[in-house]
C-alpha cells in the first residue's frame, strides 16, 4: 500500500507539471491540495514525522561523537607514534562501519515513519 500512496502523489505532481490546461486549473489543483494539507489529521502526522525524525538525527551525533572520542583514545595509548597512527587508524576504519550503519537506520526510520504518516493520513492501511 505504501507504494500507492507514492504512486498518486507521483502522477499528481506530474499532471501539474505536465498540465497544458493553463494557469487556472493549476491554481485549482493547489488550493485542493492545500485543503488537504491543512486538515488537523494531515498535520499530526507530519508533527509526528518531524519528531521522530529529530530524535532519529539526534542518534547519530552520539554515534559520531563516541567514534572521535575512540580515535583520540586509541592516538593516545602506548607505543611508538607509528604504532599509536595505525592503532588510530584501525579504530577510525571500524568506527565508520558503526558510524553508516546508524545513518542508514537512520534514514530508513525516518522513509518507515513518512510512509506511515502518508498511510494513517490517506486511510489507506496495510492490513
Do not use: C, H
Amino acid at each position: 500500500m505504501r507504494g500507492k500512496a507514492g504512486l498518486v502523489i507521483g502522477l499528481a505532481v506530474g499532471y501539474v507539471l505536465g498540465t497544458r490546461a493553463g494557469r487556472e486549473r493549476y491554481e485549482q489543483i493547489k488550493a485542493q491540495w492545500l485543503k488537504v494539507w491543512n486538515l488537523d489529521p494531515v498535520q499530526e502526522q507530519v508533527g509526528k514525522v518531524k519528531d521522530f525524525a529529530k530524535s532519529q538525527a539526534m542518534a547519530l551525533p552520539s554515534t559520531l561523537w563516541e567514534a572521535g572520542v575512540k580515535v583520540v583514545q586509541a592516538a593516545g595509548s602506548k607505543g611508538t607514534p607509528g604504532q599509536k597512527l595505525d592503532a588510530a587508524i584501525k579504530v577510525g576504519k571500524d568506527s565508520q562501519e558503526d558510524v553508516g550503519r546508524a545513518a542508514q537506520t537512520s534514514a530508513q526510520a525516518v522513509k518507515d515513519a513518512v510512509d506511515d504518516a502518508v498511510e494513517d493520513a490517506t486511510g489507506q492501511g496495510g492490513a
